[in-house]
């Protein structure tokens, strides 16, 4: 790329570019680095210009994919930023712009290599790649063979020990960003990976003392939502919206990834402008998600997944289980305001439904919230615009559903909290209702459209089973909903009392 590229036009005949992918080998310690890493880049804003960026670049990649077995540049390229990182710390406190700057261009060409690598060969093909150096006399070495675990293990420390300032915004949400790409094996296989390389190296060796950690990290990024910093703050040149070359890539790659791990159902429409507020919270509950539902290996379950399901309040002085070496504490209050605030996104509730139904420490916190109407209301939301949402989205909303129900408790407490003016309930002017009178009034409107639309008789069985759950509880209904009860009937013309 070098200084004087710009556009996405120049990339097919950049020599910086050319050189990288050409025949010359090149040593991570030859002056060229630091000419091709010395760049400002105007990135996508959207996906025809992703498009374009990918179709400019196919030919380097191509190139580099042909002859890199013989160069070993893409190894020397990750040497040349595995080398930078060591100082990255002390540079952030020094704020040392330049070395900033040059170590995320750096992980930027990787990342956008990784992708077109990931997508056209095998783990197998990927791990070679990693290996190969240049074949003069005595240049061979065995320390490359685990290049990758050094990435990967390179870029867990840079999220969890790299302080999140202005200047290092970018290159936090790269790292994040590469690890997704890095886990978008899984979108170019019918099965689910079972004994991938990936999914071993991140799961065992140097990256497992990680894993709380970084679990704790990509939490707090998505309770800060910490805004993209102003365009005159960044060390390099960026888009409006925040987020590095390959965020709106990975975005999608993550999507998918997700829909493979959950119900499979389509992802939601898409919420720009809640991933322009915060990319890097946006992209760290991506990779969240994605931890989260690795397969377990054969010999030890997924230690993400423990991790998640074990953690504690920062104020719960009880002692830890020996038995879970990666439970760890997080603030509940601010992660429940984060959980209220982001529901708009079937990721943050799909988050919520994990949180609620694998960790016992969540789900008591929740169900003992005196505040409760904040976190329901965004889910009867989702509810009630059933049509603009997904089966994935209304899928999750309604399970949350089902979990808070099974408690009596909640059950109780919803019709003791009273709700003024609901200005998104356009088949009625609800000037006052309780929670648990519009949350029956939102379940069997769910039902009604079901039945006419959708026919979908799971939908069916899990809005049924939350009425009845709550159906012992019942108690100074609003009027509306003491009628829509009685009257809501079958499309065949008998009346539907299965919640009493």
Not at 60 to 72: A, D, F, I, M, Y
Not at 225 to 235: C, K, L
Not at 400 to 406: F, G, N, R, S, Y
Not at 483 to 499: E, F, K, L, V, W
Request: with cysteine; net charge negative.
């Amino acid at each position: 790329m070098g200084a004087n590229s710009s556009s996405i036009s120049e990339l097919p005949e950049n020599e910086y570019l050319k050189k990288l992918s050409g025949a010359e080998p090149i040593s991570e310690n030859d002056p060229f680095w630091n000419q091709l890493l010395s760049f400002s880049f105007t990135t996508p804003t959207n996906s025809a210009e992703l498009k374009l960026l990918e179709e400019a670049t196919i030919s380097v990649c191509k190139s580099l994919v042909e002859k890199n077995p013989r160069t070993g540049n893409l190894g020397s390229l990750i040497k040349v930023f595995l080398s930078r990182t060591k100082e990255l710390k002390i540079s952030a406190e020094c704020q040392n712009h330049l070395f900033i700057w040059q170590a995320h261009n750096a992980l930027f060409i990787i990342c956008c290599l990784l992708k077109v690598f990931i997508s056209r060969m095998s783990e197998e093909e990927l791990q070679l790649h990693f290996t190969y150096e240049d074949k003069t006399p005595g240049s061979y070495g065995t320390e490359c063979e685990d290049l990758i675990e050094e990435l990967l293990c390179c870029l867990i420390q840079l999220i969890v020990e790299i302080p999140l300032l202005d200047i290092t915004y970018s290159i936090s949400l790269e790292a994040v960003t590469t690890l997704v790409v890095f886990l978008s094996c899984q979108l170019f296989h019918k099965e689910i990976l079972r004994e991938s390389l990936i999914h071993k190296y991140l799961m065992h060796g140097r990256c497992l003392p990680y894993t709380s950690r970084l679990v704790k990290t990509l939490l707090y990024n998505f309770i800060r939502q910490e805004r993209s910093p102003p365009p005159g703050t960044h060390v390099f040149q960026q888009q409006p919206d925040g987020g590095g070359l390959l965020y709106g890539i990975a975005s999608g790659v993550a999507t998918g990834l997700r829909t493979v791990f959950t119900l499979g159902g389509v992802g939601s429409k898409p919420t720009p402008q809640l991933e322009q507020c915060s990319p890097l919270a946006h992209q760290s509950l991506l990779l969240l998600l994605v931890l989260a539902n690795l397969t377990d290996a054969p010999d030890t379950p997924n230690p993400y997944r423990q991790a998640i399901m074990s953690f504690k309040n920062t104020q719960d002085s009880s002692a830890f289980s020996s038995s879970n070496p990666h439970a760890f504490q997080i603030n509940f209050n601010s992660l429940y305001t984060a959980l209220c605030e982001q529901q708009r996104s079937d990721q943050a509730t799909l988050l919520l439904y994990m949180l609620l139904h694998q960790n016992g420490n969540v789900r008591t916190y929740v169900l003992a919230r005196t505040d409760i109407e904040n976190l329901v209301l965004p889910i009867l939301e989702i509810l009630y615009h059933v049509e603009e949402r997904n089966s994935h989205h209304v899928y999750m909303a309604l399970i949350i559903l089902l979990i808070l129900t099974e408690d009596d408790g909640f059950n109780r407490s919803i019709h003791e909290v009273i709700l003024k003016n609901i200005t998104w309930y356009a088949e009625r002017v609800l000037t006052e209702i309780s929670l648990g009178s519009l949350l029956i009034l939102v379940v069997i409107r769910t039902i009604q459209y079901n039945m006419t639309r959708t026919r979908d008789k799971y939908l069916h069985t899990n809005c049924l089973a939350a009425l009845a759950n709550m159906s012992a509880q019942f108690r100074s209904l609003h009027q509306y909903a003491a009628q829509r009860i009685i009257r809501h009937r079958s499309p065949y013309g008998r009346t539907r009392m299965d919640a009493c």
